[in-house]
């Protein structure tokens, strides 16, 4: 019979014993998926570890977005993905088709926003579901406006925001606003400032005496996007309702044009010439009526899609009629 130590023994020894069989369905299961042949002798521990960190890491993801049944996805109206061909240390596997990527370099591509891997063929394939992702913000001017206001969860760009907050908490009677240019020196440093520290940033009045440094960074912020506030794909409509005479069809014309914008783009530009007719009704103080500030912003908020100047030359004077229209007509179009 045997001894109540041995018995013991026996009990702490059970849970080892599953834990060595549960590694070793493990590591078959591995084996299979990366389509290894296993020989009589298998490979050592140390072997199969990175093979399970880099395999759990990837099967995670891939869990989670076949969780999502069809209807979860989002409209085709939500946010591309910013794929870049990319080079991936170790195994990885697609979370488009969920085959493994294959290759030393260049195996596939990755979204600069979301840090989505698919395979280059399956991009294509991937619906507008980026959801971007602080980690891989890498700046805050210059980045894509909808990339900015998703990774932060706002509904417009913080740059925007906290400028437009201390311009109207203490320059709207300054003289000349947004036509006075702010010391360039200053407005780059308030740049790199929000490059690096975001929301934290200091645009008080402790911190920058000046107001016009900080509308010349908000008229930087709106000139570095790549993609401007009107939008590559609403400007033509704007273009075209700008020429029009009639005002009852240019007004419904300006309509149709803004519901073309992206959701980010419009709540952005709605706030903006609220603004900007505040401005204008301080106009007895700062002498800038809506005809001063269209023609700046202007070509800030919309650029022409194409590079031809004969075409860019010509748009100028309807870039401002567009900015003009919506300044005075702001409490009707928005």
Known sequence: MPSRESYEVCQEEKPLVQKAKREANQEDILAAALGMRMGPQKPSATFWQPLKLFAYSQLTSLVRRA???????????????????HTFRGPHWCEHCASFMWGLMAQGVKCADCGLNTHKQCSSLVPNNCKPDLRHIRKVYSCDLSTLVKACNTARPMVVDMCIREIESRGLKSEGLYRISGFSDSV?????RFDKDGEKTDISVNAYEDINIITGALKLYLRDLPVPVISFDAYPRFIEAAKLTDAEKKLEAFREALALLPPPHAETLKYLMAHLKRVTQNEKFNLMNAENLAIIFGPTLMRAPNTDAITA??????????????????DVLF
């Open 188 to 192: 780059e440093e308030v740049k790199s």
């Open 313 to 330: 030359l010509n748009d100028i004077r309807y870039q401002r009629q567009v900015v003009e229209v919506l300044i005075k007509k702001e």
């Open 67 to 85: 969780s999502l049944k069809e209807s979860d996805w989002p409209s085709r109206s939500e946010k591309a993905h910013n794929f870049k061909v």
